[in-house]
């Protein structure tokens, strides 16, 4: 069974770095790309970029380049995304998914809260 | 860059009723585009890609058409449990684009 599970919520001040994680399992982790996705408080689904574990290739959406970094270890089958400096604007739901360009299988979603 | 425009951004229909929600891109992806439905308060659900291919266990009455430019979802008998946002996404370059969603009611 495909599974994607995501790091527990997090709850930071503005300033503060936060690297969030996003572990496959059931498939070869190594073979798909791994897409992340934001849904801000009511909003709808943003598309930030993706990345192939098997190289760590990675694309971001113009909007998401240089304001966050997507990586990935294929040792531990997982991958991540991180601020160096989160904004209160930062707030919201994020989504790993696997992708075959769509998005099959799905995390469950951390929630990072940024406020002081 | 490639714009994804979706409409209505809400629809209220009765048990039953037929519901059609379209998506335009601009320019065209030929059928590089995927449909999903996000319940409120939980994970988005992947229902049909390339355009009119039905996901596995996704209820017939949901059905995808459209290339180029104008795509469409249909439900060809809404239900209670279909309340729900739906959005599409095109995927026809290495970037994803989703559009901005249209929420489903029951009247």
């Known amino acids: 069974e495909v599974q994607l599970v995501q790091s527990g919520a997090e709850v930071k001040k503005p300033g503060e770095s936060l690297k969030i994680s996003c572990k496959g399992s059931?498939?070869?982790?190594?073979?798909?790309?791994i897409g992340w996705v934001r849904q801000m408080p009511g909003k709808g689904l943003e598309w930030m970029g993706i990345?192939?574990?098997?190289?760590?290739?990675?694309r971001y959406s113009p909007s998401f380049q240089g304001q966050v970094t997507i990586s990935a270890d294929k040792s531990i089958s997982t991958a991540f995304l991180q601020w160096s400096s989160l904004k209160a604007s930062d707030t919201a739901m994020y989504y790993c998914?696997?992708?075959?360009?769509?998005?099959?299988?799905w995390g469950q979603g951390t929630l990072v809260t940024v406020s002081s | 860059d490639i714009q994804m425009t979706q409409s209505p951004s809400s629809l209220s229909a009765s048990v039953g009723d037929r519901v059609t929600i379209t998506c335009r891109a601009s320019?065209?992806?030929?059928?590089?585009l995927a449909w999903y439905q996000q319940k409120p308060g939980k994970v988005p659900k992947l229902l049909i890609y390339?355009?009119?291919t039905l996901q596995s266990g996704v209820p017939s009455r949901f059905s995808g058409s459209g290339s180029g430019t104008d795509f469409t979802l249909t439900i060809s008998s809404l239900q209670p449990e279909d309340v729900a946002t739906y959005y599409c996404?095109?995927?026809?370059?290495?970037?994803?684009?989703f559009g901005q969603g249209t929420k489903v009611e029951i009247k």
């Open positions: 059931g498939y070869s982790f190594t073979s798909y790309w």
């Open positions: 320019p065209g992806i030929s059928n590089y």
């Open positions: 390339a355009a009119s």
């Open positions: 990345i192939y574990p098997g190289d760590s290739d990675t």
């Open positions: 996404q095109k995927y026809n370059s290495a970037l994803g684009t």
């Open positions: 998914a696997r992708s075959l360009d769509y998005l099959d299988f």
